[in-house]
């Protein structure tokens, strides 16, 4: 076995009377890709963020390469060679691909740029990455976030890291896209980078990793080799209860037609997409980052305009319509972009649940606060909300408790059509198992869901009808028993 | 014990900073005695009317996530308004009335062109400071419009010191404070306006109508604005189309103080009225204690800085 490049030994954390990390040991050799496991809460992030340098350990020890490691701060990590890559992404949307890949790292003479070398050092970085043909002086915020991930990955190569950690670094991309971050970290594996990948798809983390820590409630609840052990085994170790089945199964009717789209169009995203959801239908929206998935449910909302085709709710056909017509047809929209566009993160969860109807709280403008908090208190408790009251705030919730309450407003409005985009992103599994559940028990009831989602597996899961969406065009829908993962991805890159 | 410290300034930091600028100046014996007087406090609160005013308009506009600069021309612009109505023979409702309509006016034009052209309203109200204060010069013909009298100008008065009740404008901004509260704490159109300002995407996305609330939040700041133009009026007795210039800023400051945040989605109108009155205090203390008037601007300067640096620490460093 080869050295431990790094070595954690009894690591403790607290904040408060919460103990976050409670002697926490970990190895990672050189070249190894090294999974951490665990559910949200679970520890995960304090233990990174002692890693990187921005807290500091109670207590235990830190190795890397045989010395001992205690940064001072993220830069004294970076300096140290240890690199993070958020799952956030984390770039000046105004500067230029070569200009943030080079941040804080600027080859420059007296403080002048030198433009050359910058280039050729951006560009080397971009290349190892297998994105060698990347615009270097385009604004980075005009790309896609799977692409502004890849810049991302290839400033943090910049300073030839020995370990690099990556926190859910999959969760925006979809699965082209991850099979070459997948190919980069095995190029770093091979040139003996030590890498740790946090991850909650666990077939990934399966496929990548050599070992594996699983973290619960702060503590080490197993580790080992990898291919010694199966995703069952792991959620097991995770969850500390075994594996139900993660997709419910519940016998539905379908109704008549409730939602119908013809030809919709919105150019250059959404070309043309003709559907028909019927009442107690989960319909699936597969395709690459870009096909034009969200471009379409944001359109059926009203939220963008559409250039052409037609939106049918109810039988009823309009197009120019406003997410407030749409949500009094009963139609509810759940961002893929939890907190730019779906919560006010600093209201409290109440307004947040609320809002599509506050109205119908009180009389002639006003609200009855009481009533409202009851309301959001019946969704909290009924989704396990993990929080200290309807009046704290929503920025204060952890990733899967925010996406509950995101849901609840769908539920409290009560939407009968919702458009679900991306719903589990970055989310423990156990939220993401009730998530499914819920889902399920919304189509049960006669609710009818659009569900875009990179993740196939809960396509395959969960929906009666995949489409798939290729350059804009809803290419292919059909039954999901007559779908299955590679035909679904050979859809979506073309070659069905 | 930070926490409690915390939950301590969350409930009571501007209360708490209003107590201590009080105490400050109550401390020298020499002018303890006028400072603490019931006649001194009656002018404090009569000189925090026009700014408080205005603040409950800039409350219900920073809250939404945006800016006006123009509010120190739109006083002087609708109180050359309300002078010029008075030489022509208006009584002091309808001038009243008047003023305050001009300032939705303005407000109406903010508002339409930051909600319709999409630009951000720090420009938009940038331009109708010029425009604004340009207007009310033009009016007034570049100079004071006077006339004979009118029952506007006991409004704002303190001249008695003897008599115990407060002038009008106090308990009008008193009321007014209240109302302002009501409507953003209890009801669907204040609760839009927090959703507007903490997260715009998420309140369309939920279906709050953003364009017209916009417009709205700035007409009914600017009825407020029209109203603090006639107090303005009531204040010197005449028109002056070069009054009020930086007056935006007092304002901006006194929300701020309060405890708002100026990314929008927090702010409370008693909070905005108790930095009006801190920064009040301040200016009447530091006139009594004999302090020449650059050390009062560079005192309210470090105060601003002060409460936004404590206002953070209550939230946990988060902006």
Redesign the interface.
């Known amino acids: 076995m080869k050295p431990a490049r790094l070595r954690l030994d009894g690591i403790s954390k607290s904040f ?1 009377a919460t103990h976050a990390l409670r002697s926490v040991s970990l190895d990672v050799a050189e070249g190894e890709v090294h999974a951490l496991i665990g559910e949200n809460g679970a520890g995960k992030s304090t233990l990174l963020k002692i890693l990187s340098g921005a807290h500091g350990a109670d207590a235990g020890a830190m190795e890397l390469d045989g010395r001992p490691y205690r940064p001072a701060g993220p830069l004294d990590a970076r300096e140290r060679g240890v690199a993070m890559i958020y799952q956030e992404v984390n770039l000046a949307p105004h500067l230029s691909v070569r200009e943030n890949i080079l941040l804080g790292l600027e080859s420059s003479t007296l403080g002048w740029i030198d433009a050359e070398d910058s280039r050729q050092r951006a560009r080397a970085a971009l290349a190892s990455l297998g994105y060698g043909h990347f615009p270097l002086e385009r604004e980075a915020g005009s790309f896609s976030i799977a692409e502004q991930q890849v810049i991302e990955i290839a400033r943090a190569l910049l300073a030839q890291p020995r370990v690099l950690i990556m926190d859910e670094p999959t969760s925006s991309l979809t699965q082209s896209d991850t099979e070459k971050l997948f190919t980069v970290i095995g190029r770093l594996r091979a040139q003996g980078v030590s890498i740790i990948y946090v991850s909650h798809f666990l077939e990934e983390c399966r496929r990548i990793g050599d070992r594996y820590t699983v973290l619960k409630d702060g503590e080490t609840a197993g580790a080992g080799e990898m291919r010694d052990s199966g995703v069952d085994s792991l959620v097991a170790l995770m969850t500390g209860r075994p594996v139900a089945d993660l997709y419910p199964r519940i016998s539905r009717r379908m109704g008549p037609v409730v939602l119908e789209t013809r030809s919709l169009s919105r150019p250059p995203r959404l070309r043309s997409a003709s559907l028909r959801v019927r009442e107690g239908e989960i319909l699936g929206l597969a395709g690459l980052v870009g096909a034009g998935r969200t471009d379409l449910v944001r359109t059926i ?1 009203g ?1 963008d305009a559409a250039a052409a085709g037609e939106v049918a709710v109810f039988g009823r056909a309009a197009n120019r319509e ?7 047809e009963g139609v509810g ?1 759940l ?1 893929e972009n939890r907190k ?8 409290p969860i109440q ?1 947040n649940v609320t ?2 109807k ?2 119908t709280f ?1 009389r002639l ?3 009855g ?1 009481r009533r409202q908090a009851a309301a959001a208190r019946r969704w909290t408790d009924q989704l396990a909300v993990k929080c200290r009251g309807v009046d704290q705030n929503v920025g204060e919730l952890s990733g899967g408790n925010q996406q509950r309450v995101a849901f609840a ?1 769908l539920l409290e409005h009560p939407a009968r059509i919702l458009l679900l985009d991306e719903p589990t992103r970055g989310i423990d599994v156990g939220s993401k198992a009730q998530i499914y559940q819920l889902i399920g028990d919304l189509a049960a009831a006669g609710k009818s869901v659009i569900l875009v989602s990179s993740y196939l597996p809960e396509l395959l899961g969960l929906c009666d009808t995949i489409g798939v969406m290729r350059r804009g065009e809803l290419v292919a829908v059909r039954p999901r028993g007559e779908w299955s993962e590679p035909d679904l991805l050979r859809a979506a890159v073309g070659e069905a | 014990m930070i926490a409690a410290l915390r939950r301590i300034l969350g409930k009571a930091g501007p209360f708490i900073g209003l107590v201590l600028v009080i105490g400050l100046f109550a401390l020298p014996a020499e002018t303890r005695v006028h400072f603490l007087s019931y006649h001194n406090f009656k002018i404090i609160l009569t000189q925090t009317v026009i700014v408080s005013v205005g603040a409950l308009g800039m409350t219900l506009i920073i809250v939404s996530g945006a800016i006006d600069l123009s509010v120190g021309s739109t006083v002087a612009l609708t109180g050359v308004i309300a002078a010029l109505l008075i030489q022509r023979g208006w009584g002091p409702a309808a001038t009243t009335l008047a003023a305050i309509g001009a300032g939705g006016l303005v407000g109406l034009l903010n508002g339409s062109a930051v909600a319709g052209l999409r630009m951000p309203s720090f420009i938009i109200t940038l331009g109708m400071l010029g425009i604004g204060r340009g207007t009310a010069k033009w009016l007034a013909d570049n100079q004071t419009v006077n006339y004979e009298s009118s029952p506007i100008n006991g409004w704002m008065t303190t001249a008695n010191p003897s008599g115990s009740a407060l002038p009008a404008g106090v308990w009008v901004a008193v009321a007014l404070a209240a109302a302002t509260s009501l409507l953003l704490r209890k009801t669907v159109f204040g609760r839009h306006v927090f959703a507007l300002g903490s997260n715009e995407a998420a309140a369309r996305l939920c279906g709050v109508p953003t364009t017209r609330l916009k417009i709205m939040v700035f007409v009914i700041a600017g009825c407020f604005i029209g109203l603090a133009g006639v107090f303005q009026l009531s204040r010197l007795r005449l028109g002056d189309p070069t009054v009020a210039v930086g007056l935006e800023l007092d304002i901006i400051a006194a929300v701020i103080i309060g405890g708002a945040s100026l990314n929008g989605g927090s702010g409370t109108v008693l909070g905005s009225i108790i930095g009006a009155l801190i920064m009040s205090v301040l200016r009447n203390g530091s006139q009594q204690m004999g302090w020449p008037n650059y050390f009062q601007e560079i005192i309210i300067g470090l105060v601003i800085i002060v409460a936004v640096f404590l206002d953070r620490f209550r939230r946990g460093g988060r902006t």
């Not at chain 1, 730019?340 to 209201?347: S, Y």
């Open positions: 408060g909302f939220l406003t997410p407030r017509r749409r949500w009094a929209f961002s730019e566009e779906g919560l006010m993160l600093n209201l307004d809002l599509t506050l109205e009180g403008g006003w609200i606060r407003r």
